[in-house]
């Protein structure tokens, strides 16, 4: 039987692809590089979906409109984004989750120590792996064939056309089992970034004026298996390439995390809470730039440029109870040159930051909750908000270290998904997830967007190999199209 379209990847990004290419009419199978027990790449380490909504909406409260949503990610971004792809994955998030409820995804309300996320955040109910596990099921009941232990590392193109795709089939071992080679009318590559390949990482960062190689201190939060082979395959093929190699979703994670698959709880949130020193006891970024979900994942970065990608979160016992604690338990102490000490950092040189910082600090009204009044005058850095003396025993210390989520760089594309080569969109070959996340990523990010990215251009890409595989005809809007004209169908949530 001849195949309609074939899905490369295991995540939200490729199952949404799968699903809605299902839903369409097309046959479809998904090919999975992890085991079993590992699919879903990224995505199960993932907790919620950044939602568009103009009104309170079940789990999430208030409003979150358009432009609120597109300022953010402008912001955080520095304009490095394309707008309209930028507002048709904003838009599609205001309409995709009774399509997600319908094929199993539950919803509950913003976790307790999640900063600032109850109005602009859907989380998932038992987090990213129950969404896949849903999505699985679904897949399965539709007849949509999966192979786990699939590795694709090479397509055959002609001119830009899918033709084929050469799967090794492994073991769980990692051993190939057999070769095969699948023949599809349109493929949706979602397999991923390259943030697992740790020599890419290393060449694309390269080396430091201090003879450093950063990326040799960075730490994978997510799934050892994005290795980025069949985007580097793409490239070499000429496909037409976004982004920047070094530009990654990067969190400050806990130093002591695993190489891989550490996720959401080595993160480290009190950074605004305190302040943050490098080996060399100095401060070195202003900590209350902004709210935790829209600076937290520059703090990654700005450790990577820091001497031995290293760096260490500061707090006192006010800021116990008011943030998600990591899986590690800091290093404590009753004064902060016993600290600085059990840092093995230099005593004189830490307090005299501590004391530069504390002395810094204008009196004001602290909340966390909004943009306080509470900064600092006279010291460089500046921190602009939520600036408390450390000054109340017990003292606290979170080492960190660069935690990539995924990488920035990936295939051109626009609100079709195609690939595209020269400038010429492939007719059948389509492009999800981190692979393309770059076109509205250029830098920075902002929590939950890489969900809604995934989502929206998973499920645009799926329809768009469905149509191609199927001649469907240009007449009958697509989803992009009825997204952006407002005409999209299950734009009204219905409540699980």
Known sequence: MSLDVLVIGGGNAALSAALMAREAGASVMVLESAPREWRGGNSMHTRNLRCMHDAPQDVLVDAYPEEEF???????????????????????????????????????????????TARTNAFFMGGGKALINAYYRSAEKLGIQIHYNAEVNELELENGVFKAALVKHKSPQGEVLRT?????????MAAGGFESNIPWLKEAWGQNAQGEFPADNFLIRGTKFNQGTLLKHLLDKGADQIGDPTQAHMVAIDARAP???????????????????????ERFYDEGEDFWPKRYAIWGRLVAQQPGQVGYSITDAKAVGRFMPPVFEGTVAQTLPDLAQKLGLSVDTFMATLNAYNQACVPGHFDHTVLDDCHTEGV????????????????????????????????????????????????????????????VLGKGYTAGVGMTIGTAFGRISGEQAARAALGTPASVPTLAQRVMQGTADLDTFVSA
């Not at 760089?409 to 998904?417: I, P, S, V």
């Not at 400038?423 to 076109?439: C, I, K, R, T």
């Open 180 to 188: 095969e080679r699948i023949t599809a009318k349109a493929c949706v």
């Open 70 to 116: 597109w300022q953010d990610l402008l912001k955080v971004t520095g304009g490095l984004t394309d707008e309209h792809m930028a507002r048709l994955a904003i838009r599609h998030s205001h309409h995709c989750r009774p399509w997600m409820v319908k094929h199993g995804v539950r919803f509950q309300p913003s976790l307790s120590g999640a900063l600032h």
């Open 380 to 439: 460089t850095p500046a921190k602009t908000h939520w600036a408390l003396p450390l000054d109340t025993a017990p003292f606290y210390a979170y080492p960190v270290k660069p935690g990539v989520t995924f990488t920035y760089l990936g295939l051109k594309t626009d609100e079709t998904t195609a690939v595209r080569f020269q400038d010429q969109a492939s007719p059948n070959l389509f492009v999800a997830g981190e692979m393309m996340a770059g076109n």
């Open 259 to 281: 190489l891989y698959d550490g996720g959401i709880c080595t993160r480290i949130d009190c950074v605004s809470l305190g302040v943050v020193v490098n080996k060399n006891a």
